[in-house]
């Protein structure tokens, strides 16, 4: 008991700093939450296309999937997300979750969104998941060099079309699953701006 007492008294901060420490942790906390709220954080859980549009520059492949064969069977994660097991699911969809909102956040995400490696063989791996009971490709998806051949270098639109970029759709008409800001807020910015 007296080790655990000792551990604890060494997380404390001196008596001098003690309401410092206290406001500083009350606001990093608060901002913390706030950062959470406004990036819908929890959204990210679920399994809802909506999600994807948090952010705007998804637009494009939300509208172009909205209208795709695949909309009416599978969401982004069936598609882009690792199913095999609920542990690599989640670790996938937080370290690349993390990565596109340090992305956006910082404003570096390139004008023509392109799929990275990892991303393309979970969705490679999805894509023979779902319709390995329809045809045998194995003979045609080996290249010359005995490599294996991603599916959309023959079904290359499916199922976002042609999109390349932001201007490839650009009058799209993409509806927020939320509002960010809170009513009041909306009422305060609606007075101050006129």
């Known amino acids: 008991m007296k080790y655990v007492d000792k ?3 060494y997380t404390k901060p001196p008596k001098a700093w003690k309401v410092s420490v206290i406001i500083i942790s009350g606001v990093m906390t608060g901002l913390i939450l706030w950062v ?5 954080a929890v959204s990210y859980l679920s399994d809802k296309p909506e999600t994807c549009i948090n952010c705007h520059v998804m637009n494009p492949q939300y509208a172009t999937w909205r209208v795709s064969s695949h909309a009416n069977v ?3 994660n069936d598609c882009h997300v690792p199913q095999d097991n609920i542990f690599r699911k989640y670790m996938f969809k937080a370290s ?3 990565r596109h909102s340090t992305m956006f956040t910082f404003r570096l995400e390139p004008q023509t969104i392109r ?5 393309a063989d979970v969705v490679q791996e999805n894509c023979k998941r779902c319709h390995e009971h329809l045809i045998d490709h194995s003979s045609l998806m080996k290249t010359e060099n005995d490599e294996e051949r991603k599916c959309w270098s023959c079904h290359m639109e499916t199922p976002h079309g042609s999109v390349r970029s932001l201007s490839s759709t ?3 008409n993409v509806e927020k699953p939320f509002e960010l800001l809170p009513e009041w807020m909306q009422k305060y910015n609606i007075k101050n701006s006129k």
Do not use: E, H, R, W
Not at 36 to 40: A, E, F, I, R, S
């Open 115 to 119: 799929i990275k490696s990892m991303g």
């Open 170 to 172: 650009p009058n799209v």
């Open 7 to 9: 551990i604890i008294s």
């Open 74 to 76: 599978a969401t982004c």
């Open 96 to 98: 690349d979750g993390l």
């Open 36 to 40: 959470l709220y406004v990036g819908n």
